[in-house]
């Protein structure tokens, strides 16, 4: 079974409160006829989607636990906006490992990592040979009775961070003012997310 993060976004404002600054669009799975349906009038868009473990793992430990983490799940913030709030209370017991980071956090780890990682895998016989050649396994299993398979350590690129700071950066040049973006805090903006199963 897949594991599967949701994120929500917040600013916090001149004020100090949080507010949710997704992008909602109307939910064509909505019926207003149906009391039942269980579906909400609005869908939050994720700011990333994607099923990168490396990434679920170096956020709060979720699906990969070797890795180095920015923290443990810290749960929802009691600050977090009410829709925020709203959105991880419609997943009831579905959603879990519920946390949230600072944008500053988020560079912050990125930049303090060596940007490699070390893994461990069964390996086929052309990926042994490759491996050889300094070519690097994209895939590996925990264990295998196929013929020929050897288990191997190898060092890989590893900037796990990545695609989640090139989305957050997407989304301020799509949503802010080229000088609020330049002068925001990055304490001030922060992901709120949860993963289901």
Same mark, same amino acid.
Request: charged share 25%; with cysteine; aromatic share 10%.
């Given at each position: 079974?897949?594991?599967?993060? !949701?994120?929500?976004?917040?600013?916090? %404002?001149?004020?100090?409160?949080?507010?949710?600054?997704?992008?909602?669009?109307?939910?064509?799975?909505?019926?207003? /006829?149906?009391? &039942?349906?269980?579906?909400? +009038?609005?869908?939050?868009? #994720?700011?990333?989607? *994607?099923? =990168?473990?490396? %990434?679920?793992?170096?956020?709060?430990?979720?699906? =990969?636990?070797?890795?180095?983490?920015?923290?443990? +799940?810290?749960?929802?913030?009691?600050?977090?906006?009410? /829709?925020?709030? *709203? &959105?991880?209370?419609?997943?009831?017991?579905?959603?879990?490992?519920?946390?949230?980071?600072?944008?500053?956090?988020?560079? &912050?780890?990125?930049?303090?990592?060596?940007?490699?990682?070390?893994?461990?895998? /069964?390996?086929? +016989?052309?990926?042994?040979?490759?491996? *050889?050649?300094?070519?690097?396994?994209?895939?590996?299993?925990?264990?295998?009775?196929?013929? *020929?398979?050897?288990?191997?350590?190898?060092? &890989? #690129?590893?900037?796990? %961070?990545?695609?989640?700071?090139?989305?957050?950066?997407?989304?301020?040049?799509?949503?802010?003012?080229? !000088?609020?973006?330049?002068?925001?805090? +990055?304490?001030?903006?922060? %992901?709120?997310?949860?993963?289901? =199963?």
């Amino acid at each position: 079974m897949g594991c599967d993060i !949701h994120i929500c976004t917040e600013q916090k %404002l001149h004020t100090g409160l949080w507010t949710n600054v997704d992008s909602w669009v109307i939910n064509p799975y909505f019926d207003p /006829m149906e009391d &039942d349906s269980g579906e909400s +009038p609005m869908s939050r868009r #994720d700011i990333y989607r *994607g099923r =990168n473990y490396e %990434l679920f793992g170096t956020l709060c430990g979720v699906r =990969n636990d070797e890795l180095p983490r920015i923290s443990d +799940p810290r749960g929802i913030p009691k600050d977090a906006h009410p /829709m925020t709030m *709203g &959105d991880f209370a419609n997943w009831g017991d579905d959603g879990h490992s519920a946390s949230w980071v600072t944008l500053k956090e988020l560079k &912050d780890f990125d930049e303090a990592g060596d940007g490699t990682v070390e893994r461990t895998g /069964m390996i086929s +016989p052309e990926q042994i040979a490759e491996l *050889g050649q300094d070519i690097k396994p994209d895939h590996w299993c925990g264990g295998t009775n196929q013929p *020929g398979y050897e288990e191997h350590t190898w060092t &890989d #690129d590893s900037r796990p %961070l990545q695609d989640l700071l090139d989305q957050i950066q997407k989304w301020q040049d799509l949503n802010m003012w080229a !000088h609020e973006a330049a002068t925001m805090n +990055p304490n001030d903006f922060r %992901l709120v997310f949860w993963f289901d =199963n």
